[in-house]
Structure formats: structure tokens, C-alpha cells
């Protein structure tokens, strides 16, 4: 997660997409909390666009959040949805734009296994369901059997910027940041990402309130429209119609799958190029897998970088392996300093700053702030 600097005593970063996924899960989210710490901040603003995932993984995210000392914001700038939703009573400040959507509904599975295996698959989800109604409860005020009944029912239930604060969600609306695109043609919905068809998804919902009860009604006919969804008419019901988006929603997922086993495999190539076009004997083969892993890590400018570099006979970069006396084969990279030599990680900060600043975009993929 790339940490932004507003001012010395504030930053900013992002939270979108699902949680569970490489960049939003509990260990890099923890990090991204003490690194912002660690660099001297006491404000932190959490840019929220989140159609939820892993329960376990946004736990993590949510006991961080309570057990951080900073003073946190988080502003929802597009969707709060599932367990995206669920972070939300970690902290008091939550505001929320005027055009951006919540949803809550009861955690899902989809395990197999005999029947052993769904009894406990069952049991873990009542769990889990448990605590979403107790943290919800203490958030909205509201009696734990009146949640369940209000929107642990099975369904999904969006709420819209001013439900979001009337139950407690958020704080306050905000004016919106970003417009609202009404309209799809067809090579539109055909190359659109998944995260963007849930925010359109999102914006077709036409909500309608009678006293106090949250009825939701889709626009069947858009929603066909924009994604050019075949088999269902505008008289087709929701569930036929939400059943053609998940049959779309598959399509462009293995697409998406596709694009990043291409991608994942370019950039091997170009790493075992790069490796490749060293002096024989520049490394053994141990350090070349390490020398990969920081490609992989860091990205194929960071190592074709440090590569550069390396130009003496007796290979500079190999400090990033071994240890001074080049015997035992020693990984100073940042987290060795952190727990083996915290203070002469700072001291490196002082006196050789290209190598704080290599080890740092090694671990965490940006320049330091």
C-alpha cells in the first residue's frame, strides 16, 4: 500500500479492492500502519473502495486499526461492501460520499467436501455471523436480534451515503470526488475490469425508503443495457438477472487470470535476462534465486538498478546476500536489520542513504516517503 504524504503530520493511503488480495491483506495492511508510524505521522486518511473478501484476513485488518495509536479517518470513496463494511467500527471517524454505497449481508462459503465437512463449514460461518451482528450491534445501537432480522436475512443489503450515517456506518457525506458514469456501450462492458462492474452495479441501484425500511428495487432494464446481459429480458426476474451478471462476471475474471499468468511469466523472462547477461561467475546460483526473489519483490527497474551497479570484480550486490566476511550465506536485507541490527539499519540511513533506500523499495516496493 503506497503511503502519500499531505503534510509532516498526515498521510494518505488506499484501500481498494478485495481484501484478502496480495496488497490488502492483514500482514502488508499491519506494515503500511506501523511504517506510517515509523515515519513520524499522527494522521493517517484511509481512502476506501471495497467490495469486501477473506473474514479472516479483514479481522487482522480490523484489530490493527483498533490497536493503532494514530488518528484515523477513513473515507469511503466508492463502495463499503461485506466485510469491507465490517472494518468500519474500528474507528470513529468514517465519512463517507455523497455517491458512494455500503452493503451488509451474513458471511458466505463456498467450501465442498462431504458432509462433515459443510457441518463444520456451517458451524465456522455462525461464528463468524455472530461476531458481524455483535460489532454492528455496538456500532448502530441497535438490538442484535433486530440486526439479524434487518440485514442478516440472506440477502444483500446496500445502503446509500445518508443510510450509511443514519445507522451509524459513517459519520458524515461528503461531496462526491469522482462522477457517475450512467451509460455502458458494449466494447465498454465487454474489456471493463470486475472492480469497476461492481462500482456500476452500485450506481444502478435505485433505493426507495417509507419509513425507515430499506427496499431495494434493481433497474433490470440498465442493467441488461450496459452489460449486454443475453438470456434475460426486462421482465426477467432479479435473481435471473444477477445469475446472467455472475455468468459474465466469470468470462472477464478468466480474462483477468489470463492477463496475469502473462504478466507473472514476462516478468520472470525479463529478470532471467537481465541475471542472464551478468559476467560468468558474477554469483552463485544461490544468490541469483535470491537476486530473483528481490525482481519478483522490488520490480525489474529496482533489480536492473542494483545490477547496474555492480561493477567491481568482486560483486557489490553480493553485500546484499552474504555477510562481510563472504562466508555463511547472510540475508542483510531489511527485515534482517530489523531484527538482528535495528540501529545500524538507522545508521545506514546516515551514512550509505542508496543502500537504506535500496533495502527499503526491496521490502516494500516504493521509495521511501
Not at 24 to 43: H, I, K
Not at 97 to 119: I, L, T, Y
Not at 187 to 212: C, G, K, M, P, W
Amino acid at each position: 500500500m503506497r503511503i502519500r504524504k499531505i503534510d509532516n503530520s498526515h498521510a494518505e493511503v488506499k484501500l481498494y479492492g478485495n481484501i484478502g488480495t496480495w496488497f490488502t491483506d492483514g500482514d502488508q495492511f499491519s506494515q503500511m500502519l506501523e511504517e506510517v508510524e515509523a515515519n513520524g505521522y499522527t494522521r493517517l486518511t484511509i481512502r476506501e473502495h471495497c467490495f469486501g473478501g477473506s473474514v479472516f484476513e479483514g479481522n487482522v485488518i480490523y484489530n490493527a486499526l483498533q490497536r493503532s495509536k494514530l488518528d484515523i479517518t477513513i473515507v469511503i470513496d466508492g463502495v463499503a461492501a461485506s466485510m469491507g463494511c465490517y472494518i468500519l467500527p474500528a474507528i470513529e471517524n468514517v465519512e463517507i460520499c455523497e455517491n458512494a454505497f455500503g452493503m451488509v449481508h451474513r458471511p458466505k462459503s463456498f467450501g465442498g467436501g462431504d458432509a462433515d465437512a459443510h457441518r463444520n463449514e456451517a458451524k465456522l460461518l455462525d461464528s463468524m455471523e455472530a461476531n458481524f451482528i455483535k460489532r454492528v450491534s455496538e456500532r448502530t445501537g441497535m438490538k442484535e436480534t433486530d440486526v439479524r432480522k434487518k440485514w442478516l436475512d440472506g440477502g444483500d443489503h446496500w445502503l446509500n451515503a445518508k443510510e450509511m450515517v443514519q445507522y451509524g456506518f459513517a459519520k458524515k457525506v461528503i461531496p462526491a470526488t469522482a462522477k457517475n458514469i450512467k451509460d455502458l456501450d458494449k466494447d465498454i462492458a465487454a474489456n471493463i475490469s470486475v472492480e469497476s462492474i461492481y462500482d456500476r452495479f452500485a450506481a444502478q441501484l435505485q433505493i426507495e425508503s417509507t419509513n425507515h425500511k430499506n427496499d431495494k428495487k434493481m433497474n433490470v432494464s440498465a442493467l441488461i443495457a450496459a452489460f449486454a446481459l443475453e438470456g434475460v429480458t426486462a421482465e426477467s426476474s432479479e435473481a435471473d438477472v444477477l445469475k446472467a451478471l455472475q455468468t459474465k462476471f466469470s468470462g472477464l475474471e478468466n480474462k483477468i487470470k489470463e492477463l496475469e499468468n502473462t504478466a507473472k511469466a514476462k516478468t520472470e523472462a525479463e529478470i532471467n535476462a537481465l541475471l542472464d547477461a551478468q559476467p560468468k561467475g558474477a554469483f552463485t546460483d544461490d544468490e541469483r534465486n535470491k537476486l530473483k526473489e528481490i525482481g519478483v519483490k522490488a520490480g525489474v527497474d529496482a533489480l536492473a538498478v542494483a545490477l547496474k551497479k555492480n561493477t567491481k570484480p568482486t560483486p557489490v550486490i553480493a553485500s546484499m546476500i552474504r555477510d562481510a566476511k563472504g562466508d555463511a550465506a547472510v540475508t542483510k536485507d531489511w527485515k534482517w536489520y530489523q531484527k538482528n541490527d535495528p540501529k545500524g539499519l538507522e545508521k545506514l540511513a546516515e551514512s550509505n542513504a542508496d543502500e537504506f533506500n535500496r533495502l527499503y523499495l526491496a521490502e516494500y516496493g516504493v521509495n521511501p516517503a
